[in-house]
């Protein structure tokens, strides 16, 4: 069974075609970073205009990549929600008028669970059950994943997101959006200086909180500034570098003591902070210590894209029978809401 998915939540055009039998056969991307820089951040109805013009050429180039035709297409998947309500009608209307001519069901697809299932796209598949770190712009939660559809919240962001933080920390510190692998960047070139809050670290439970950390670097910037406002390049690093480490401190330690509280050997990680190279140093080292697997997709997919929600569709396919045609978005929505039909 060939499913085409499409992902349209933010600011990424996604589109893939995966084969239940061949797996993943194509996918293309096309990213608004550098349309949104200039404006420090997504601007909502430039991404869906943008949407508008990508995505009927990217879902050309997959089917041309993979020598097939749309007539071969037997589902359509596609991002429902959460994100942007215009970007989100628009993947929605394309993928559901497609379906239509076609004559051909489509699967709507919850962005998070793309971003979840994501690693099971690696030869190297984790097995259920398994706890999944979450973390994007916009979440930051630790999930219980017992299966397709079985998802328990463990742990959550009080405030910002993991990813939100890094974007306006990045800000404070006048760096180009997004402020994740601008961070990571600059923070090779730091030395630990500076010692930032490690919030919620013993807080006794699973969740997270995000905003102090941007409000202690804010500080320390203004401390560190001359009185033109100024910061010197090798402070700012060394900024960076204790924004990092922070974070990356209270993930893993997080991430840890769910493998401990649930008893699983098994750690995914998925979303665009996934990619972060010192989170995967320090998750690598502390699961190997405790002799636990930890997962991550490719750096492509960690971030938003195609494939995640083709698979996700796949999954949905293979598990369940076919669930309702209809057409709406959820700009928000929450993982932990979603049941086996
Ligand atoms: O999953 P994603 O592409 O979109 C959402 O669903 O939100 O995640 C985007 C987030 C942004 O906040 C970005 O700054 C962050 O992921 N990010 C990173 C890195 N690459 C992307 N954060 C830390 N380190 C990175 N290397
Ligand atoms: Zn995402």
Not at 67 to 85: E, F, M
Not at 127 to 135: D, E, I, M, N, R
């Amino acid at each position: 069974m060939l499913v085409l998915g499409i992902e349209s939540s933010c600011d990424e055009t996604g589109v893939a075609l995966y084969d239940t039998e061949r797996g993943l056969l194509a996918h293309a991307l096309h990213s608004q970073i550098e349309m949104h820089a200039e404006y420090g951040g997504v601007v909502p109805e430039l991404a869906s205009r943008d949407h508008i013009r990508r995505t009927l050429p990217l879902i050309d180039t997959v089917l041309n990549k993979a020598g097939l035709t749309k007539n071969s297409i037997n589902a359509i998947a596609y991002t429902q929600g959460p994100g942007l309500s215009g970007a989100l009608l628009v993947g929605t209307s394309i993928a559901e008028s497609l379906a239509f001519s076609l004559k051909i069901p489509t699967i709507p697809i919850h962005h998070l669970e793309g971003h979840l299932l994501a690693p099971l796209l690696e030869e190297n598949r984790p097995q259920f059950p398994f706890v999944a770190l979450l973390v994007s712009g916009g979440h930051t939660q630790l999930m219980l994943v017992s299966g397709i559809g079985e998802y328990e919240l463990l742990g959550d962001t009080l405030d910002d997101a993991a990813g939100e933080a890094f974007d306006k920390t990045a800000k404070l510190l006048g760096l180009a959006y997004p402020g994740g692998p601008a961070i990571s960047k600059l923070a090779l070139m730091g030395k630990p200086n500076y010692l930032l809050p490690k919030p919620m670290l013993n807080s006794g439970d699973l969740n997270f909180s995000f905003s102090g950390l941007k409000t202690a670097v804010l500080t320390l910037v203004n401390q560190q500034s001359d009185p033109t406002g100024k910061i010197n390049d090798s402070i700012k690093a060394d900024i960076a570098y204790a924004f990092q480490e922070s974070v990356t401190e209270v993930l893993t330690f997080k991430c840890m003591e769910a493998l401990r509280r649930t008893g699983l050997d098994n750690l995914v990680v998925s979303g665009g902070v996934g990619a972060n190279k010192r989170l995967r140093e320090k998750l690598n080292l502390a699961t190997n210590k405790k002799l636990c697997k930890v997962h991550y997709p490719r750096l492509e997919f960690c971030t938003d894209n195609g494939a995640m929600i083709a698979f996700a569709g796949a999954m949905r396919i293979l598990n369940f029978t076919r669930e309702s045609l209809s057409f709406h978005v959820k700009p928000r929505w929450d993982l932990a809401e979603l049941q086996k039909p």
